[in-house]
């Protein structure tokens, strides 16, 4: 249930300092300010802010206890609220109810769930999709890129509501890291399994995510991935009410047939279709138009995406939420002769790197399947010499290094924000 801060009713003399510039601080506080409240953002981690002064004090999910200014704020008892709730309760009522709002969030999955179900609703209405790849307008299956850059920190929800009512979209979809903003009509959790610490090792990522539960409006629909062991309106993925097959879609005791594209890779999209699907029929979509919407589909660029060109195969996983198991079965689905193969990570581009003693070890393990490898990133580096690899800055430099030799297979596989 929503817990109100009574924010959008605090007295305008009330001063709210709204912490973290990097993930998006400063956008909040300039809707603040918008709204009539006397707002400030700060940036945390090289400074420390005197906060004697104000009343509320906003803070990322994923701030560690111990962040000199929030430490402060908790002795000094001030009422903190995370970004997440800020910006539901800012935007509560200025999206306009003709727009459907879907938030996504989980361990894995997010991004090909929030696409897939763009495609699908497009059918229907024109969707504004806000996910790792940027801004994009959808309409009988197809997008159109608007903007890229953003990443799917919470505050950045407020610029996809305004472009999204601009565009005259009839739904917005927004992937959310950490949990849910309260918004949503429809909150998709894609699952929970792979948990893993933030703020510091002092919380679980899980534990924030469930915000999409504790912060959802009255009359919210909840879905989630059966692994999570909740009790949404609507399970999905194994075990759950709505599944997905390769050849078809489950809902319930009904059997729909799929005809996804040959090159798919089934298993790594297994849940996002679930998800997607579930969604999409909750939101009254026909279970045969969700059916077709997939028909021929074959990933996402960055997904596990195939591209045969004349005189080369393009293994395409590279993309902000890879980890390590994902680049083994990113080897399994490349396998065979002559492979290059460019992995790593590009930490100009994500905030959250690779797990890179597991990694390490997974390249150790199959450097002999690969005839050329460009490893990406300087904490890869030392690993260069024992593996007898090439060393690369970035993901743009991987490829073009191994380019050069006119690879007949090519897999990328680098975590990077695109």
Known sequence: MHCDTGLQASERSSKVAVLDTIHGGAIIARRMVESGLQAEAFEVYHHTPNLAGFDLVVAPVHLAPDN???????????????????????????????????????????????????????????????????????????????????????????????????QGAEALICEISLGGTGLADYGIVTSLSGDYSIANATKWASTAKLQMLSLAKSGAKILANSDARLSPEVSFARGGRVYARPDSLIFAKEEVQLDLGPDLDFMGYETAIAGAAAAAELAGVPRSMVAQALTGFDGFSGRMKIKRLPNQTFFDSSNSGLKVRDVARALDQASGRDLFVVVGEDKETVCEGMNILALSELLRQRKCEMAKLIIVGERLVPLAEELGAATAKSLQQGLEMAQKDLPKRLLSCVKCFR
Request: overall charge positive; cysteine-free.
């Open 68 to 166: 000199p200014a929030l430490a402060r704020a908790k002795t000094a008892q001030k009422k903190i609220i995370t970004h997440h709730q800020a910006v539901g309760e800012l935007l509560r009522g200025g999206v306009g109810p003709a727009m459907q709002v879907f938030e996504v969030t989980g361990t894995h999955s997010k991004t090909s769930t929030a696409l897939l179900l763009a495609m699908m609703l497009s059918w229907q209405k024109k969707v504004l999709s806000h996910t790792t790849r940027g801004l994009e307008i959808w309409q009988d299956g197809k997008s159109r890129l608007l903007e890229k850059g953003l990443s799917i920190t919470p505050g950045n929800v407020i610029h996809a509501a305004e472009v999204a009512k601009l």
